[in-house]
């Protein structure tokens, strides 16, 4: 996998740019993430426009290349399938909450943090956004729920 990661970054021209890889398999299949910097040494924004249509390509000609099986629509169709809605005392609510979230939001393309509560709540999960201030200094992010049937 890391050899894999090495490939794709150099591919994307962001091989020589910090990255970290991490693997994992919370959706019935391994697969890992990237993160990586989009700002070079001299401080200036490299630019990405196109990105996720090269990212796409690389990752088909790299199926080909090390004979890898690319998730196709009717493994997606099976994990919305499988998804159920979190219920919370069959116990573990925050993995339940973590896969079934990541699932839907990396499944849909919504535009809004409201968007995103209309199809996270059917599962009975909500997003809401958090910010404020504390004597370590101002925070701002996202607090992931579980809801009762009830809302």
Same mark, same amino acid.
């Given at each position: 996998?890391?050899?894999?990661?090495?490939?794709?970054?150099?591919?994307?021209?962001?091989?020589?740019?910090?990255?970290?890889?991490?693997?994992?398999?919370?959706?019935?299949?391994?697969?890992?993430?990237?993160?990586?910097?989009?700002?070079?040494?001299?401080?200036?924004?490299?630019?990405?426009?196109?990105?996720?249509?090269?990212?796409?390509?690389?990752?088909?000609?790299?199926?080909?290349?090390?004979?890898?099986?690319?998730?196709?629509?009717?493994?997606?169709?099976?994990?919305?399938?499988?998804?159920?809605?979190?219920?919370?005392?069959?116990?573990?609510?925050?993995?339940?909450?973590?896969?079934?979230?990541? &699932? *839907?939001? +990396?499944? @849909? /393309?919504? #535009?809004?943090?409201?968007?995103?509560? &209309? *199809?996270? +709540?059917? @599962? /009975?999960? #909500?997003?809401?956004?958090?910010?404020?201030?504390?004597?370590?200094?101002?925070?701002?992010?996202?607090?992931?729920?579980?809801?009762?049937?009830?809302?």
């Amino acid at each position: 996998m890391i050899i894999l990661a090495q490939e794709f970054m150099q591919r994307m021209g962001y091989g020589e740019q910090p990255y970290i890889i991490f693997q994992h398999s919370d959706i019935d299949r391994k697969h890992m993430h990237i993160v990586s910097v989009r700002v070079d040494e001299n401080g200036q924004e490299i630019p990405y426009r196109f990105d996720l249509k090269r990212a796409i390509a690389h990752c088909r000609e790299m199926e080909q290349k090390y004979g890898l099986h690319p998730p196709t629509k009717s493994d997606t169709k099976q994990e919305i399938a499988e998804l159920k809605r979190v219920d919370y005392p069959a116990g573990n609510v925050k993995e339940q909450v973590k896969r079934t979230a990541r &699932t *839907l939001i +990396e499944r @849909y /393309n919504v #535009r809004s943090l409201s968007e995103l509560n &209309t *199809l996270l +709540e059917l @599962y /009975n999960i #909500r997003i809401d956004e958090v910010k404020g201030v504390t004597e370590k200094g101002p925070y701002h992010g996202l607090m992931y729920g579980a809801l009762n049937d009830n809302g």
